[in-house]
């Protein structure tokens, strides 16, 4: 059964720390991606990775880091620097970073407590 | 009905009829186009693609309409029921590069 998936669904922080979420695809897809999605908004883009061991800052990188030391894993850490963390969170992956279409996972809701 | 993207992000429409959901991309490079929808807490799906060297593309119900003249985009969705109340957004991207996502419409279908 192919797709990508994220986890945990919900996910609470207290203030000061780190949370990293996770992001799995068994598509074989080389690249993969880190959107964030506020109420009533569109997609930003956080990070981008295009093959193993490489990856770009988005439009919102700061305050969030990521890794990508295998193909099918693409972390994301929201760290205690972003201000307001409290968003949905949405991972993507897509054969690779062109004109190519993205699949998403379900995405986790990460709100600060 | 007809939205028109960022301006009007909310659109009803009548169960049955159609609905045209607009959007305007910002670069005229872009050769590769993406709507997708969203149910409410889900990630996005695709519905259809269309590249810049096509003007139209059907799918079954949707069509996708591509004006690179003006940088106009539109969905077009035919006999709507109520499982295509979401938010849709339109995607763009060119050459090697990341997609980028337009703010969306939600799309309300009334009984």
């Known amino acids: 059964d192919g797709g990508i998936t994220q986890s945990p669904k919900y996910l609470f922080r207290k203030e000061g720390q780190n949370v990293t979420l996770s992001c799995e695809q068994n598509l074989n897809h080389d690249a993969m991606y880190w959107y964030r999605q506020d109420p009533g908004q569109g997609l930003r883009l956080i990070y981008y990775s295009q093959i193993v061991n490489d990856f770009q800052k988005g439009d919102i990188a700061e305050g969030y880091s990521v890794s990508r030391e295998k193909k099918e894993s693409f972390p994301l850490t929201v760290t205690s620097a972003q201000k307001n963390p409290t968003a949905f969170y949405l991972c993507a992956s897509s054969i690779w970073g062109g004109a190519t279409e993205a699949f998403f996972g379900q995405g986790t809701r990460l709100t600060v407590v | 009905g007809e939205s028109v993207g960022l301006h009007l992000p909310t659109l009803s429409v009548q169960e049955g009829d159609n609905s045209i959901i607009n959007c305007a991309y910002s670069?005229?490079?872009?050769?590769?186009f993406i709507w997708y929808k969203q149910e409410s807490g889900k990630g996005p799906q695709f519905i259809i693609d269309i590249r810049s060297n096509m003007d139209k593309r059907q799918g079954q119900r949707v069509t996708v309409l591509l004006n690179k003249t003006v940088k106009h985009l539109s969905l077009q969705i035919a006999a709507t029921q109520p499982g295509d109340s979401a938010v849709y957004f339109c995607a763009e991207t060119f050459g090697n590069e990341k997609l980028t996502f337009g703010t969306g419409t939600r799309l309300t279908i009334i009984p």
């Open positions: 670069n005229s490079a872009s050769d590769y």
